[in-house]
């Protein structure tokens, strides 16, 4: 092969390692703001990577920390489709749409980010649209959008509230979940960065995304945050529930709706919890019924009708059942359910610095359990109080404040120059001279060190205050976006107990682009994270 055909093999190559980050990045802003171009950019992105992979006889693929259990996922809800009761095409479109998408994000973010320069790209392409869903959010609020005909609310609940805002997001409540995530990355980059400047930026933002969150007034969003800043601050710093109480204070006193929103979630007085409970109940039952291979990926709506105890309107079509674990389990069977809930807490783990053998090898122990166990729902429950201790205890151990050793500081020596009396060490130059000087009769030569002021000199440019704001070491940067990954996927499994935000279809593209982000950091960080 001659030297031309090296260079154009070789440029071809680079084209498309550029067009499928390109396509990484362009879903990275998009799905947030058009669900239809973020999908696309997928879809042209698979493309670009299936011709390098064909043409770059180096670039291989690699394992990711979490193949297995997405391997499964995929497997079985596919299968959940073929052997449901519902034969209706929207079942397969819905499944090659949605869960290949979600399959397709991973399998090219996790196999074609390896630098850390790729990662900060991503990062802020995420931050330029949640800058942007933070900004309508805003407009929609100070305008005015009146969302008492989409029954968000219950009027006689909550007959003051008449404003809800939803973003670019559709709904009030995926918004805030998505606002979550976000708050909770700047907190992992809060916990890892070191500068003043980049701290006071971060903590700005914090209170911006928090108050665009109250205006959503979605309850479990913000009771889950509240758990996520208690977390934070018994493993990093507690002084974060002095802002979070200062900001939360602020927003009550100026808004009584809010309060009366939060607090009726203690209460049960609004029609919405009633709602949830009875759709509880009822996808317990689908589950019983179909344990293996579920009602079908996306089937819920078209089966709630048979188990519909509580709601008696027929006219009023269910979604979801609220509730992640219920619904994700009622869909694909409970071994589909275990499958994706070991990568999704498997990614978790590894975010919070767990390692990939130990984060499998606890769930495994934990499904061994339930195989064994006569009692499902007592070993389910004993099982639920140990995850949580031991979620808790490890947490507490990798993060729990190990202080740094204090270095110590050289001892000064004894002897002071007279130089050194009169200039500081940022105005002084040493340098040394030798004399003759004369004695008996002949010369001997010594050497005295002596000063010279550089006040004269020019001082160096201090770092521009955008540099200061903007740069940040690479070890710092992956550490604390890891660490923020894991926070927003504690918030998603808590917001996942009162409602399903990953049957929004941003969401779930934000959950797996993530997840494979942090696979990715941590197949590069144990090869050694090229810039």
């Known amino acids: ?25 362009t879903e990275a802003f998009f799905l947030a703001l058009s669900e ?117 609310t219950d009027p006689d609940a909550f007959p003051e509230l008449k404003k809800r805002i939803f973003s670019t997001l559709e709904n009030p409540n995926v918004l805030a979940g998505y606002l979550d995530i976000f708050i909770c990355i700047a907190l992992g980059f809060l916990a890892k960065v070191e500068r003043r400047s980049q701290k006071i930026v971060l903590i700005a933002a914090i209170i911006l995304l928090v108050a665009c969150l109250t205006m959503t007034y979605s309850r479990g969003a913000f009771l889950t945050l509240a758990a996520v800043f208690v977390v934070y601050a018994l493993i990093k710093d507690w002084r974060i ?11 009550a006193c100026s808004d009584s709706a809010f309060v009366n929103r939060i607090l009726s979630a203690f209460t049960m007085s609004d029609s919405s919890e009633g ?42 079509i269910i ?22 809930f070991w990568y999704f807490f498997g990614t978790m783990f590894i975010s919070f610095g767990v390692s990939e053998h130990g984060a499998q090898k606890w769930f495994s122990e934990r499904l061994d359990k339930i195989s064994s166990s006569n009692s499902f729902m007592q070993e389910l429950a004993t099982l639920i109080n140990e995850t949580l201790a031991e979620f808790s205890n490890r947490v507490v151990n990798l993060f729990g404040g190990k202080k740094k050793p204090r270095k110590l500081k050289k001892p000064r020596s004894s ?22 000087i004369p004695v008996g009769g002949e010369e001997l030569s010594i050497k005295r060190e002596q000063t010279e002021t550089t006040d004269d000199k020019p001082a160096k440019k201090s770092s521009s205050t955008l540099d200061e704001l903007t740069k940040i070491d690479d070890k710092i940067f992956l550490d604390g976006f890891r660490f923020g990954i894991g926070l927003a996927f504690l918030s998603m499994a808590l917001n996942g107990f009162t409602d399903d935000l990953l049957f929004n279809i941003p969401s779930s593209m934000l959950m797996w682009l993530l997840g494979a982000l942090s696979a990715a950091m941590k197949s590069n960080l144990e090869l050694g994270m090229r810039n």
């Open 1 to 25: 092969m001659d030297r031309v055909s090296v260079f154009v093999r070789r440029r071809r190559i680079k084209n498309l390692e550029q067009w499928t980050l390109y396509a990484i990045l």
């Open 36 to 152: 239809t171009v973020a999908a696309a950019a997928v879809m042209i992105g698979v493309i670009t990577w299936f011709l390098r992979l064909q043409i770059d006889s180096k670039y291989k693929m690699r394992s990711l920390p979490f193949d297995v259990p997405v391997t499964i996922f995929l497997l079985i809800g596919a299968m959940s489709v073929l052997f449901s009761s519902v034969r209706s095409f929207n079942l397969i479109y819905n499944y090659c749409m949605l869960v290949g998408i979600y399959g397709l994000t991973y399998l090219i973010v996790g196999q074609s980010v390896r630098t850390t320069a790729q990662v900060k790209l991503i990062a802020q392409a995420l931050s330029a649209s949640a800058i942007l869903v933070v900004l309508w959010g805003f407009f929609q609020f100070i305008f005015g959008i009146d969302v008492a005909d989409i029954k968000w």
């Open 241 to 251: 529930l002095i802002l979070f109480a200062l900001v939360t204070g602020l927003i």
């Open 275 to 316: 709602v949830r409970v009875g759709i509880w109940v009822s996808t317990s039952a689908m589950i019983a019924d179909h344990p293996f291979t579920g009602i079908g990926w996306g089937a819920y709506q078209f089966v709630y009708p048979q188990y519909n105890y509580y709601i008696a309107d027929p006219n009023i």
């Open 319 to 340: 979604y979801h059942a609220h509730n992640i674990y219920l619904n994700v389990a009622a869909e694909i069977g409970i071994v589909g359910a275990l499958a994706f």
């Open 415 to 436: 002897v002071v120059h007279n130089e050194e009396l009169n200039f500081s060490e940022h105005t002084r130059k040493k340098f040394t001279k030798i004399e003759k």
